[in-house]
T-cell receptor, first 112, second 117 residues
Framework: DTAVSQTPKYLVTQMGNDKSIKCEQNLGHDTMYWYKQDSKKFLKIMFSYNNKELIINETVPNRFSPKSPDKAHLNLHINSLELGDSAVYFC???????????FGSGTRLTVV | AQSVTQLGSHVSVSEGALVLLRCNYS??????LFWYVQYPNQGLQLLLKYTSAATLVKGINGFEAEFKKSETSFHLTKPSAHMSDAAEYFCAVSDPHSGGGADGLTFGKGTHLIIQP
């Protein structure tokens, strides 16, 4: 009964490939997010979805595209992967701003 | 724009000693403030949050933090460190009044807490 689950946990792929990371939350939260944690552990928001609407799109390359089939799922698609995309990607969800954010366990993406 | 500064990328304390992790924020409006902990190879776990109620906030695992508006600070403390507290700690801020019905967190760069036996 994991609250926010991401798959896969590890992803190793070659440059130029296209890959997807899936995220699902069973908390009934209204908003979901994707964060990127770089090698220095710095966390930065990439996207958020509220009621299937993109709310935040920080200046990430358009090779990254979030897809939300319903409010319990927010998948991340990445096209033409580059070495610099190697990082840990975290999915998160929140009920509202003041409640805090529940994070998934992360997907470690390694591009070789 | 909001920002968060965590002083000290690494903090080392002895087991049983006081833990103090510093966080200062910059925000044009009174923000919501959070502390998260990340254990190795794991996700982020919420320790505590400030959302404009009591300025002294108690969290899990014996941690607490005090919101000081005059100092724009939200430092995290624990009276007695335990070996299991060794982890990465992140302070984060969000704007309660941002538009669109949702907003994300702006994180500090993290503080790695080392516990010496």
């Amino acid at each position: 009964d994991t609250a926010v689950s991401q798959t896969p946990k590890y992803l190793v792929t070659q440059m130029g490939n296209d890959k997807s990371i899936k995220c699902e939350q069973n908390l009934g939260h209204d908003t979901m997010y994707w964060y990127k944690q770089d090698s220095k552990k710095f966390l930065k928001i990439m996207f958020s979805y509220n009621n299937k609407e993109l709310i935040i799109n920080e200046t990430v390359p358009n090779r990254f595209s979030p897809k939300s089939p319903d409010k319990a799922h927010l998948n991340l698609h990445i096209n033409s992967l580059e070495l610099g995309d190697s990082a840990v990607y975290f999915c998160a969800s929140s009920l509202s701003r003041g409640h805090g954010y529940t994070f998934g366990s992360g997907t470690r993406l390694t591009v070789v | 724009a909001q920002s968060v500064t965590q002083l000290g990328s690494h903090v080392s304390v002895s087991e049983g000693a006081l833990v103090l992790l510093r966080c200062n924020y910059s925000s044009s409006v009174p923000p919501y403030l959070f502390w998260y902990v990340q254990y190795p190879n794991q996700g982020l776990q919420l320790l505590l949050k400030y959302t404009s109620a009591a300025t002294l906030v108690k969290g899990i695992n014996g941690f607490e933090a005090e919101f000081k508006k005059s100092e724009t600070s939200f430092h995290l403390t624990k009276p007695s460190a335990h070996m299991s507290d060794a982890a990465e700690y992140f302070c984060a801020v969000s704007d309660p009044h941002s538009g669109g019905g949702a907003d994300g967190l702006t994180f500090g760069k993290g503080t790695h807490l080392i516990i010496q036996p």
